[in-house]
């Protein structure tokens, strides 16, 4: 295991908030700094803990969206409307605030550059947060591993990191990025307009020789579908790694 | 000084100065739903409650005669031990006591069992003299999968993992046996009233 | 938005930081033999309720339960009994 996952006991740290951004509406990024952060892997999270007055605390995972090349950590978080952390987390923090997390967590939903198999990231609303870190990370080092990207929206407003990933997609061909937009998509759109089906799969993923490398992260029922799919277009399941978000917190 | 998160409050919690609301619980409005597995796919032509163990004949009821059984409608109060307490919520179903009718037994002890392997257990005059039933309607309308349904156990006055959601029956023994959570650090009895929530509680 | 009953099911990725606390490892890559069907699984692949009064952890091949755990009062208490064996990379290998 790399430096700086296992090592050390796993404990609480206070981080300060550096900025805030908004990606959607809904989804804003905040970046971290931490103080002696042992650093990262992509596909890890971090646990955020907040704390009330009274004693009330809350706590609740959230994937790391940088790349491990970068100095400070940021999270990009949902706001959930009945929730309880994440309208906190979008809407009330803000930046120079005090944050309780302990991280860096996860080893099995995990890549590291530089890859030696094609990489298929299948991402279901904001499960695209871990895949992100792989992609940026896959840039900072250079890696030039061929990637592809298949992330499934509600509509386009609701796409996070969309100028990103245009921009690194147009700058590097061995990076691509198809989009599926599941409840509207504007005229003239181009990319696919459905929920995940048979044909999107075999058009996007990669052929079963040579065997890719795959992660799927998002709500347990897109995760289930996606993972289906592709098992019944060839893959061996254990090319698949996945990773399930609920709405347990929000 | 323990760390504070600027401004955040947390999910309003109902102040808990009713004597209706046991110590460390808050109220809530919503039904929360809480799941140690998949929710149970419940095929009713097959369905069946059965009383067991400690008992010269097992006694089971189809579906059909379950329904067929005098029913009450009660309003009760329940407390999960996950701190959340819901108020005046309404069942209907059958009394323990109507199913334990007849029933010559001289265990003292029951093991609530059912669909996905789920167990509780109690002493029996815990769930008898109008302390406990078995229900198929919360609200008004059939008991939804989540919560349950088609039918659960409601021993309103331990806490909810008593309440056996999924229920087929119940086991009556001679000695006390610890169900699921009873067996890994919840507290054999239950009584929210003394918080008894852990081993050792 | 509502939480569809499906979606409350996890995997170990998400007890991550809960296993490290007991444990002091990463042990979300660490492989779990079920001693009913004798699938093996990482841990981040089995399925994980969360929304129960503890933590309960099954096998995505059987359903069995592989662990359980509950966490109050400053206490543990860990039913690894559905397990028949756990396999580790020891830290820095």
Not at chain 1, 11 to 33: H, K, Q
Not at chain 1, 86 to 95: D, F, I, K, N
Not at chain 2, 60 to 71: E, G, H, V, Y
């Amino acid at each position: 295991m790399a430096r700086g996952t296992v090592l050390g006991r796993l404990g609480w740290r206070i981080g300060e908030v550096a900025e805030i951004t908004a990606e959607t509406p809904r989804v804003s990024s905040i970046a971290i700094g931490v103080p002696d952060w042992p650093g990262h892997l992509a596909g890890q999270h971090v646990d955020v803990r907040l704390s009330a007055e009274d004693g009330y605390q809350a706590q609740r995972s959230y994937s790391i969206a940088s790349a491990p090349e970068d100095r400070r950590i940021t999270i990009t978080v949902e706001r959930l409307d009945d929730g309880e952390v994440s309208p906190y987390l979008v809407g009330e923090l803000r930046a120079r605030d005090k944050i309780e997390l302990r991280g860096p967590i996860g080893g099995f939903f995990v890549w590291r550059a530089p890859g030696d198999r094609p990489l298929l990231l299948i991402a279901g609303g904001s499960g695209v947060v871990p895949l992100m870190a792989m992609i940026r990370h896959r840039a900072a080092a250079r890696d030039r591993t061929p990637v592809r990207l298949l992330y499934s929206s509600r509509a386009l407003e609701d796409v996070i990191y969309r100028e990103e990933l245009e921009r690194l997609a147009s700058a590097d061909p061995t990076l691509g990025v198809r989009h599926t937009l599941t409840r509207s998509h504007p005229d003239g759109w181009h990319g696919y307009a459905r929920r995940l089906d048979r044909q999107m799969i075999e058009d996007v993923a990669w052929p079963a020789q040579p065997a890719p490398a795959v992660f799927i992260c998002g709500p347990t029922s897109f995760v289930e579908a996606a993972g289906s799919l592709l098992v019944e277009h060839g893959y061996d399941p254990g090319w698949i790694k996945t990773e399930r978000f609920g709405a347990t917190g929000g | 000084m323990a760390f504070i998160s600027r401004g955040f409050k947390g999910r309003r919690r109902d102040p808990d100065s009713s004597s209706r609301v046991p110590p460390g619980q808050h109220t809530v409005n919503d039904f929360p739903v809480l799941s140690a597995g998949p929710t149970p796919r419940v095929d009713l032509a097959k369905w069946t409650f059965t009383i067991n163990g400690e008992i010269d004949k097992p006694k089971t009821w189809t579906w059909d005669q379950f329904k067929n059984l005098p029913t009450e409608n009660i309003t009760v109060d329940i407390h999960c031990v996950t701190k959340w307490s819901k108020l005046d919520t309404a069942w209907r179903g059958v009394s323990v006591d109507t199913l334990m009718e007849g029933v010559e037994t001289a265990a003292e002890y029951v093991v609530a069992f059912s669909d996905g392997g789920y167990t509780t257990n109690m002493p029996l005059d815990e769930i008898t003299d109008h302390k406990a039933w078995v229900v198929y309607e919360y609200g008004g309308a059939p008991l939804h999968p989540e919560h349950g349904g088609p039918v659960r156990l409601l021993v309103p006055h331990l806490y909810l993992w008593k309440s056996a959601k999924w229920v087929r029956g119940l086991t009556l023994k001679n000695a006390d046996e610890p169900g699921f959570w009873e067996s890994n650090g919840y507290n054999n009895h239950g009584d929210p009233w003394r918080e008894e929530r852990y081993w050792g509680d | 938005m509502t939480v569809e009953q499906a979606d409350m099911k996890l995997d170990g990725n998400a007890i991550g930081g809960l296993l490290a606390e007991i444990f002091n490892m990463e042990m979300t890559a660490a492989e779990g033999t079920c001693g009913g069907c004798g699938a093996v699984n990482a841990v981040g692949r089995v399925d994980v309720y969360v929304n129960a009064p503890g933590t309960v952890v099954r096998c995505p091949a059987c359903g069995k339960v592989l662990m359980r755990i509950v966490h109050g009062h400053g206490r543990y208490w860990i039913d690894l009994s559905g397990i028949r064996c756990l396999e580790l990379v020891e830290p820095g290998t």
